[in-house]
């Protein structure tokens, strides 16, 4: 985790400079715009009290060209430092929006209150759907296509790229060009109902190699269950309603209402950020997320305590 100023990508670099030139620059206008003003009240009030009222009633030639100077040097020096104010937002938009070949596609879908996240591979096939979690290869542009499933979303990732909405209907583009290996927070940033404070993207930027592996574990289908207790899990997974919202890959679950939860276990969050995957706090989502999350989208499930058992060993056993 880093401070939210800490640029770690292309993109957020180049918002970062910018925003430092806009500041320095603001701050040196300012600056000497006080000092302009403090000098001026002084020598007027010195040049007054030497030569009494009639100080204003008759200027001088002389000071009158040197305040004309005066003006006119301000007003080149302002136009100056617009025009160069204009270069470097230009500059850093080319950054910004740029997106060197061959990015990596990634897909972000925005629900009411987690994110689903989709790799399309070469084939059909291939294409991973994770939720809660964005991984990416450090070195190589990501092309993200935003889109929500149901209302207006933001997604910000202050440490890689500035915000940009979701939009039902209407896909929009973001990319990012991640150098630093490391866990960034991604947010929600457009209030979007009850539980938009707990709908956290947490991004992982690793190394192309580990990305890959990620990548290819996340591709499998979900491993058989090897235990009589994971057994008896996956019998309620799919016979109950919990396949009617979510998908476990090589099952007869396959709906999407939820987050898709084949690899489940290898996430390091459950319910976008709100609490920490383990096998206690899987548990007690189960038993109650409208108490954990309240207002979520998953009702309660109504598992007996044995029940509840056996499909946390089914889900804890889906690397
Ligand atoms: C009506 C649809 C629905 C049903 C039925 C349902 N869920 Fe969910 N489930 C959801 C939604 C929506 C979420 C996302 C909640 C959030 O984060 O706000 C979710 C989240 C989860 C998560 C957290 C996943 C993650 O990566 O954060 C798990 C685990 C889960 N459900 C398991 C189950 C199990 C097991 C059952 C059956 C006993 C079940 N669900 C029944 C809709 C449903
Ligand atoms: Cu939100």
Same mark, same amino acid.
């Given at each position: 985790?880093?401070?939210?100023?800490?640029?770690?990508?292309?993109?957020? /670099?180049?918002?970062?400079?910018?925003?430092?030139?806009?500041?320095? =620059?603001?701050?040196?206008?300012?600056?000497?715009?006080?000092?302009?003003?403090?000098?001026?009240?002084?020598?007027?009030?010195?040049?007054?009290?030497?030569?009494?009222?009639?100080?204003?009633?008759?200027?001088?030639?002389?000071?009158?060209?040197?305040?004309?100077?005066?003006?006119?040097?301000?007003?080149?020096?302002?136009?100056?430092?617009?025009?160069?104010?204009?270069?470097?937002?230009?500059?850093?938009?080319?950054?910004?929006?740029?997106?060197?070949?061959?990015? /990596?596609?990634?897909?972000?879908?925005?629900?009411?209150?987690?994110?689903?996240?989709?790799?399309?591979?070469?084939?059909?096939?291939?294409?991973?759907?994770?939720?809660?979690?964005?991984?990416?290869?450090?070195?190589?542009?990501?092309?993200?296509?935003?889109?929500?499933?149901?209302?207006?979303?933001? /997604?910000?990732?202050?440490?890689?790229?500035?915000?940009?909405?979701?939009?039902?209907?209407?896909?929009?583009?973001?990319?990012?060009?991640?150098?630093?290996?490391?866990?960034?927070?991604?947010?929600?940033?457009?209030?979007?109902?009850?539980?938009?404070?707990?709908?956290?993207?947490?991004?992982?930027?690793?190394?192309?190699?580990?990305?890959?592996?990620? /990548?290819?574990?996340?591709?499998?289908?979900?491993?058989?269950?090897?235990?009589?207790?994971?057994?008896?899990?996956?019998?309620?997974?799919?016979?109950?309603?919990?396949?009617?919202?979510?998908?476990? =890959?090589?099952?007869?679950?396959?709906?999407?209402?939820?987050?898709?939860? =084949?690899?489940?276990?290898?996430?390091?969050?459950?319910?976008?950020?709100?609490?920490?995957?383990?096998?206690?706090?899987?548990?007690?989502?189960?038993?109650?997320?409208?108490?954990?999350?309240?207002?979520?989208?998953?009702?309660? =499930?109504?598992?007996?305590?044995?029940?509840?058992?056996?499909?946390?060993?089914?889900?804890?056993?889906?690397?």
């Amino acid at each position: 985790m880093t401070g939210a100023l800490d640029p770690a990508s292309t993109q957020a /670099l180049a918002i970062s400079i910018l925003w430092w030139v806009f500041f320095w =620059t603001g701050l040196f206008v300012f600056a000497a715009v006080l000092v302009a003003l403090v000098v001026a009240c002084v020598r007027g009030r010195r040049r007054a009290r030497r030569e009494g009222s009639a100080a204003e009633a008759v200027p001088e030639r002389s000071l009158e060209q040197r305040r004309e100077r005066a003006v006119l040097a301000a007003t080149v020096l302002s136009v100056v430092i617009l025009i160069g104010l204009l270069v470097a937002s230009i500059v850093g938009g080319r950054y910004i929006y740029g997106n060197p070949s061959p990015p /990596l596609p990634v897909k972000v879908i925005a629900h009411q209150w987690w994110w689903e996240i989709q790799y399309p591979g070469p084939r059909s096939s291939d294409l991973v759907v994770t939720a809660n979690e964005l991984h990416l290869p450090a070195g190589r542009t990501a092309e993200l296509e935003l889109q929500a499933a149901d209302v207006i979303h933001s /997604l910000w990732i202050p440490n890689l790229q500035g915000k940009r909405d979701l939009i039902p209907g209407h896909t929009t583009r973001l990319s990012i060009l991640p150098e630093r290996v490391g866990r960034y927070d991604g947010h929600c940033a457009e209030f979007c109902g009850l539980e938009h404070a707990r709908m956290e993207l947490p991004v992982f930027v690793e190394s192309p190699e580990r990305f890959s592996a990620w /990548l290819t574990a996340q591709r499998r289908p979900a491993p058989a269950p090897s235990t009589p207790e994971a057994e008896r899990g996956a019998r309620i997974f799919t016979k109950g309603p919990c396949a009617m919202c979510h998908t476990v =890959t090589g099952t007869d679950a396959a709906a999407s209402v939820g987050p898709d939860l =084949t690899h489940v276990a290898s996430r390091a969050w459950l319910a976008a950020g709100a609490l920490p995957n383990s096998p206690r706090n899987l548990r007690a989502w189960l038993s109650d997320p409208q108490r954990l999350k309240p207002g979520s989208q998953m009702p309660p =499930t109504g598992l007996s305590e044995s029940e509840l058992d056996d499909v946390v060993h089914y889900l804890g056993s889906l690397r």
